[in-house]
């Protein structure tokens, strides 16, 4: 699709090299104001101040007077795959039980994997794609979907086929996560260690083997997965080539994040709960902290201390964890929105956390996150809109007029 905007407002987050940005780096926005961009072939060819626009070009235009041109989202921490919700659990909470609570009673992520193991593979491709096509609609333009839900071989590669099909329908880039160790199964209840050999030597290899996923990913959590466990994980992993990215500090700082960092993690997701020695042990590596905000949000816990981190001179990523026990919800504006609401992050940071520096976390930051030439042409074009403060201000509303993956409209095709 070859496309020309024009009079676009405020053309956002253009760079011409990429870069994760640390600390005080994510303060700054680089923006063209009154600009174009020409889409050639499903990528971004070129931009640049309206006084030098290619009106005379003979393809189509849009004219985005007023309005504001972005990369889209990238959500780098979904569980987007999963058969039926989980809405009885958020009843139970509201009336005093604790997610830790409903999870011990044999709800949470069992119960979860109890309906997506009696969910047949098309069915669950059917609940997933109509996921998908939402986040796409809200201006999610890359994504990273987790198994997890499975937990045993035929349910866990059930849910990374479906991944997998999902890449091969969609335009959008999709980068899969083997998350087989995310609770013990009944099968294994009292012998965990068991389950995990299980998921090291028979899920593992056939995972690998078929090429269903690019990372591996593990519960670090007290009642979940231990320190050894989690090392183990990673290790046999990375044996197969696959980078870990795992779940850790989300009720209590164990030692997750060192043991990641050891083992080179390229991302830790979750971090409400964060130590002094957790960031020490961050700015030592090149691991990339992710934020979920709607996360806390819905369960009512500590939000991921922002702050600190970027007075850490860290990187932060922000992604929805969109899932039916903790979050379910996939809208990367209520995310940007809930950063700088609860997380005190400026639109700036949120926007780079939300863009370029959530493209490293899944190591697409070569094809999006940014207006670059040469990158896909995945855009987000919003309605008139004041400026891009206004984005997280009007939280909850929508202010997106159309979506481009590859230069293709999909809200209006
Ligand atoms: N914490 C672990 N996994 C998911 C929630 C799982 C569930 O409750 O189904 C999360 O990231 O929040
Ligand atoms: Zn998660």
């Known amino acids: 699709m070859n496309l020309l905007f024009y009079n676009i407002q405020s053309l956002l987050q253009v760079r011409s090299e990429n870069k994760l940005l640390k600390g005080s780096e994510m303060k700054v926005l680089p923006c063209i104001e009154n600009a174009w961009l020409l889409v050639e072939n499903g990528k971004i060819a070129d931009f640049g101040e309206m006084s030098s626009c290619p009106l005379h070009l003979k393809l189509k235009k849009v004219d985005a007077k007023g309005k504001i041109i972005l990369p889209t989202w990238i959500d780098s921490h979904t569980h987007l795959i999963y058969a039926g919700n989980r809405e009885n659990e958020f009843v139970d909470r509201i009336n005093g039980l604790s997610y830790e609570e409903i999870a011990k009673r044999g709800g949470g992520i069992l119960n979860s994997a109890k309906k997506l193991q009696e969910t047949t593979e098309e069915e669950l491709f059917k609940q997933s794609e109509k996921r998908l096509q939402e986040v796409i609609k809200m201006g999610t333009g890359a994504i990273e979907i987790k198994s997890g839900y499975g937990l045993t071989i ?17 335009k959008l880039p999709i980068k899969k996560t083997f998350l087989g160790a995310h609770a013990v199964p ?7 260690s068991a389950y995990i050999q299980h998921i090291i030597n028979d899920m593992l290899p056939k995972v690998a ?3 269903l996923a690019e990372y591996i990913d593990i519960f670090c959590e007290q009642g979940y997965f231990d320190l050894n466990d989690t090392e183990l994980i990673m290790q046999a992993g990375k044996k197969y080539g696959l980078k870990s990215k795992i779940h850790v500090n989300q009720f209590n700082s164990i030692g997750g994040i060192e043991k990641a960092v050891q083992n080179q993690a390229l991302s830790v997701d979750h971090l409400e709960v964060l130590t002094e020695k957790d960031l020490k042990d961050l700015q030592k590596s090149n691991t990339i902290p992710v934020a ?17 981190i970027l007075e850490a001179q860290l990187p932060l990523v922000l992604a929805t964890d969109y899932n039916p026990g903790s979050t379910p919800n996939g809208n990367m504006n209520l995310i940007v929105s809930l950063a700088c609401i609860k997380m005190n992050m400026t639109p700036e940071e949120a926007i780079n956390a939300a863009t370029i520096n959530a493209a490293y976390a899944i190591e697409l930051e070569h094809k999006v996150g940014s207006i670059t030439k040469g990158k896909l042409a995945n855009l987000i074009l919003t309605q008139e809109i004041p400026s891009y403060s206004f984005l997280p201000y009007s939280f909850g509303n929508n202010h997106i007029e159309e979506v481009y993956i590859q230069g293709e409209p999909q809200i209006n095709p």
Do not use: H
């Not at 979920?292 to 600190?308: E, V």
């Open 209 to 211: 083997e078929q090429n």
């Open 186 to 192: 009944l099968a294994y209840k009292g012998d965990k």
């Open 154 to 170: 035929e349910a866990e590669l059930k849910m990374l086929k479906v991944a997998k099909k999902l890449g091969n329908k969609y």
């Open 292 to 308: 979920l905000p709607s996360c806390s949000l819905f369960l009512s816990i500590p939000y991921t201390p922002a702050r600190k």
